[in-house]
């Protein structure tokens, strides 16, 4: 049984309406946090890449490789599928705070959907915590959705 029906989040998924990338989020977090994540993409199967500079490569197998300080300042990303057609780049920055994106292209309609939402459901239940969803830039604001520990399913905030 689907979280969510499409047609109740069709608008808010609309690329022309509302961005397209919304943000990701997952706070407060630890390194310990981005270690189970790591374990998670392993352990799922997930097709992940790890880039910083000009070299795009494994997920490294500690955590804290991903924040490594590299004097230059080059951003990091962490390059996740957990499907084929859906992409989560996250950006690690500090343990403190887990924070990515995925584009509203690569959630349109029904099935995509159905899929975005187990992967929520999947990384919160790994890391026993909210995984959030704002609009692009709304971080102030309520998240749209989120996978809600307490409940074990993503709710729709909107609406």
Same mark, same amino acid.
């Given at each position: 049984?689907?979280?969510?029906?499409?047609?109740?989040?069709?608008?808010?998924?609309?690329?022309?309406?509302?961005? $397209?990338?919304?943000?990701?989020? #997952?706070?407060? *977090? $630890?390194? !310990?946090?981005?270690?189970?994540? *790591? #374990? /998670?993409? +392993?352990?799922? %199967?997930? &097709?992940? =890449?790890?880039?910083? &500079?000009?070299?795009? %490569?494994?997920?490294?197998?500690?955590?804290?490789? /991903?924040? #490594? *300080?590299?004097?230059? &300042?080059?951003?990091?990303?962490?390059?996740?599928?957990?499907?084929? !057609?859906?992409?989560?780049?996250?950006?690690?920055? @500090?343990?403190?705070?887990?924070?990515?994106?995925?584009?509203?292209?690569?959630?349109?309609?029904?099935? &995509?959907?159905?899929?975005? @939402?187990?992967?929520?459901? +999947?990384? %919160?239940?790994?890391?026993?915590? +909210?995984?959030?969803?704002?609009?692009?830039?709304?971080?102030?604001?309520?998240?749209?959705?989120?996978? =809600?520990?307490?409940?074990?399913?993503?709710?729709?905030?909107?609406?």
């Amino acid at each position: 049984m689907s979280d969510l029906r499409w047609d109740d989040v069709a608008y808010w998924f609309d690329p022309a309406e509302n961005g $397209t990338v919304p943000d990701l989020v #997952v706070e407060p *977090t $630890t390194l !310990d946090d981005w270690q189970a994540l *790591t #374990v /998670l993409i +392993r352990a799922a %199967g997930w &097709r992940a =890449e790890f880039e910083h &500079r000009d070299h795009r %490569g494994d997920v490294p197998d500690s955590a804290a490789e /991903l924040f #490594v *300080t590299d004097p230059q &300042r080059w951003l990091k990303y962490l390059h996740v599928w957990p499907d084929p !057609d859906i992409e989560v780049m996250f950006r690690p920055s @500090c343990p403190d705070e887990m924070v990515g994106d995925v584009s509203l292209f690569d959630l349109q309609g029904q099935d &995509r959907l159905d899929r975005f @939402c187990a992967f929520l459901r +999947r990384l %919160g239940q790994a890391l026993g915590k +909210r995984v959030a969803l704002f609009a692009e830039g709304a971080g102030a604001h309520p998240p749209v959705l989120a996978y =809600e520990v307490d409940q074990d399913r993503v709710i729709f905030r909107q609406g």
